[in-house]
């Protein structure tokens, strides 16, 4: 028992040898590519599964599925399929090339990324979860960048960048839900809390993001043709997503409904509509496959006492009370790193972070907005994380490649380092008034 308690930095050595395989070998080659995620993970799934001599194969192995079938990992991979169906049978009808038409009709080129970004930021927030939106809007930035000259990156750096801020902000997601939750605070009491810090993240990276396209706009504008009807798929997945209906039911409709348009114009006959959904499936297998094996490997490592060891480095140094904060914002970011799921980390941190705020008077709204701050920002910037898997993955380009253009992620990470250091002048007035009526 004292063991678990304790934890074990060996524990972590397949999450190391897989960041190595991954990171490093591209590093040494140049060539990212040279070491497909599904072999880096399979070589360190193989090494978690050596490890821990003590217990036996078939217990590990046992350990191994349940981390594999967890259901936040198979509803990943189920949003992964879903989300590869929807983009091929929406760009086989030509709804891609006619929604970036559009938008290059009636927005100057160099408004296009922050457009994109924006509109990311009002889909997550209303979706409540940075996975829908990814997979909603990532090919529409796909085809701006085709048609524009805009780096691929840099338009799935901007996709990810307003997915993640509703994943720290929306009200209904999971993750937001978990930060208050644990926290022991209300929701509206920590979104007004977020919110100052997200405000100032929004502005600079769409500050930024207008700089760096700004040069597109006198290369690019022209009379581009569009068919108004093709661009309905996406015009419905984004009305019912700000309804805020479920991301599977919106993926999965959207699939169908551009299949109907593409049936009814002509664009598709029955069988090549089947093909499409089939051939979009295959598209994100890959990526199914590799987000089940991380989750294996995480189960793995957890067993072991990797993610306690963790936790337990990130406490041992607390001595203040903005320590304490970096010390929640440690341990959130350390465990995100390690699991690479925004809402697992902090799950598994958040008990242990009440504790610290508990003993070093930090407010609830705050401790849950660092919770939130700082999971989502790593979240932003982790390449094997879920969100730049389905970026990459539809835009086929290595997720290491999205990290320089992964502009919001970086602001608010900042931002959220800054609000430790300074703290907020009217969070702390709210905070004394509810004091002195008490």
């Known amino acids: 028992m004292e063991d678990v308690k304790k934890g074990s ?3 972590l050595f397949p999450l190391l040898i897989f960041v190595l395989l991954f990171v490093g070998t591209g590093a040494i080659s140049g060539d990212f590519s040279n070491m497909p995620l599904n072999v880096a993970i399979i070589i360190a799934s193989a090494v978690a599964l050596i490890m821990n001599k003590k217990e036996k194969l078939s217990r ?11 259901p936040n990992i198979m509803l990943l991979a189920v949003i992964f399929i879903l989300a590869g169906a929807f983009a091929e049978t929406a760009k086989g009808m030509g709804a891609v090339e006619s929604t970036v038409n559009m938008g290059l009709t009636f927005i100057p080129s160099n408004l296009l990324m922050v457009g994109l970004f924006v509109v990311g930021c009002f889909i997550s927030l209303s979706m409540g979860t940075s996975m829908g ?12 960048a085709e048609q524009t000259g805009i780096p691929l990156a840099l338009a799935m750096g901007t996709v990810i960048g307003g997915a993640m801020f509703g994943d720290n902000l929306s009200m209904i997601s999971d993750t937001t839900i978990a930060a208050v939750r644990t926290q022991q605070t209300k929701m509206s009491d920590k979104f007004k809390t977020n919110f100052l810090i997200v405000l100032p993240a929004v502005i600079v990276s769409a500050i930024i993001l207008w700089f760096v396209t700004a040069g597109n706009s006198v290369e690019t504008l022209g009379d581009y043709s569009y068919e108004f009807i093709k661009v309905v798929p996406y015009l419905a997945v984004l009305i019912v997503a700000l309804l805020g209906v479920n991301v599977l039911i919106v ?9 109907i348009i593409g049936l009814v114009d002509g664009s598709y006959t029955l069988t090549g509509f089947i093909e499409a959904v089939s051939q979009g499936v295959i598209n994100m297998e890959d990526l199914a496959i590799v987000a089940i094996l991380i989750g294996g490997m995480i189960g793995i490592i957890q067993h072991n006492g990797g ?16 320590g304490a904060e970096f010390g929640i914002a440690g ?13 697992i980390s902090i799950i598994i941190t958040g008990p242990l972070a009440k504790n610290i705020a508990d003993e070093y008077q ?9 919770l939130d701050i700082f999971s989502s920002s790593w979240q932003g910037l982790v390449p094997y994380g879920g969100q730049m898997l389905v970026a990459s993955g539809l835009a086929a380009i290595s997720p290491l490649s ?7 992620p970086i602001a608010i990470l900042i931002c959220g380092i800054i609000a430790i250091l300074i703290g907020f002048p009217r969070f702390e007035r709210n905070k004394s008034k509810k004091i002195k009526a008490a």
């Not at 939106?133 to 701006?144: K, R």
């Not at 930090?362 to 660092?370: E, G, H, L, Q």
């Open 402 to 408: 999205i990290l320089k253009y992964s502009f919001y």
């Open 362 to 370: 930090i407010d609830p709204r705050k401790s849950a907005s660092i």
């Open 60 to 70: 590990k192995i046992d350990i191994f599925t349940k981390g594999a079938g967890h």
């Open 307 to 322: 993610i306690q060891w963790l936790l337990n480095f990130v406490t041992s140094k607390i001595k203040t009370k903005k």
């Open 331 to 343: 341990l959130v970011s350390v465990t995100d790193l390690a699991t690479a799921n925004n809402t």
């Open 9 to 11: 930095f060996s524990a």
């Open 251 to 259: 993926l999965l409709g959207g699939t169908i409904f551009a299949g």
């Open 133 to 144: 939106t990814v997979a909603a809007l990532a090919p529409i930035g796909i085809g701006i």
